[in-house]
């Protein structure tokens, strides 16, 4: 295994079995090394159901928003202006503020000609660090009903060691906290199902990988169910399918009882080593 090496798991879509895919992933590479499974779906974090980590402390997360000095501002309109969020508004002699458009980018407070806005910081969630067995662990939760993700998933980057294997769980999907996740990583492995909503959402996780210019592989979940459309479009991108979990109903079991994958059936562990061993092999993109 290299140094350092970063794993994405992403999937186009919810209940794929991403999370499966990671734990198991991150469970089985311990015997090659240092491993950090980090949880980056901070809305819906899950990977602490199958590990039941040892959280040994955490930290806030706080994006800057405006507070404006009514005394001082004149109302000129240059926020509101300037945000392209649209989260600051001037009607007549009142500022609003949405706090839920803010983005935190600091702008507003730039452009005042008066000096009349100052930041304040807003927390939106926190990240969690600890051990799970064997492995570094890592996570991020959004608090409910904030809007942004990605400051948590960057916060939660930047605690990452510089060397081992990093399992990066990404959020489904193919929005903004994804594209986060993947940023920086030196592969993606993106988890699907053979079936019409799999195909369609898995066509617009390749979008992104190649948009990224990551190296790619891809893992089929419930196999047996569907058809072979995905296979042969995976084919047609040049993205090989290194791995397929079946249809089963014993490891919808498990992932109900909060079982990884490897622990509940410990021949699928030298599937998931092989796993990793090839996709270390691949040689990492430059950044």
Not at 155 to 182: F, N, S
Request: glycine share 10%; aromatic share 4%.
């Amino acid at each position: 295994m290299a140094d350092s090496f970063r794993v994405a798991v992403a999937s186009g879509k919810g209940g794929t079995g991403k999370t499966t895919v990671a734990v198991s992933l991150a469970l089985a590479a311990r015997d090659l090394g240092q491993v950090t499974l980090a949880d980056c779906d901070v809305e819906e974090p899950n990977a602490h159901l199958f590990l039941s980590p040892e959280i040994a402390g955490g930290e806030p997360v706080a994006i800057p928003v405006p507070r404006v000095n009514e005394e001082t501002c004149t109302h000129c309109g240059a926020c509101a202006h300037a945000c392209r969020f649209g989260a600051l508004a001037v009607i007549g002699k009142k500022i609003l503020f949405h706090p839920e458009l803010c983005h935190g980018c600091g702008l507003c407070a730039a452009v005042c000609p008066v000096s009349a806005i100052t930041e304040v910081p807003h927390e939106i969630g926190r990240i969690e660090f600890g051990r799970a067995k064997g492995l570094d662990f890592l996570q991020g939760i959004l608090i409910p009903g904030e809007p942004m993700a990605t400051p948590i998933i960057r916060a939660l980057k930047e605690r990452l060691p510089a060397r081992g294997l990093v399992i990066l769980d990404a959020p489904p999907g193919t929005a903004c906290p994804v594209i986060e996740t993947l940023k920086g990583a030196d592969y993606a492995l993106l988890v699907t199902e053979p079936t019409p909503f799999g195909l369609h959402d898995l066509k617009l996780a390749v979008g992104v990988v190649r948009e990224l210019r990551l190296p790619a592989g891809a893992v089929i979940s419930k196999d047996g169910i569907g058809d072979d459309a995905v296979e042969r479009f995976l084919q047609g991108e040049g993205i090989p399918v290194l791995l397929k979990i079946p249809m089963d109903r014993r490891v919808a079991a498990a992932y109900a009882e909060g079982m990884p994958l490897v622990e509940a059936f410990p021949d699928w562990k030298s599937r998931f080593i092989e796993l990793v061993e090839r996709i270390t092999m691949e040689p990492k993109v430059p950044r």
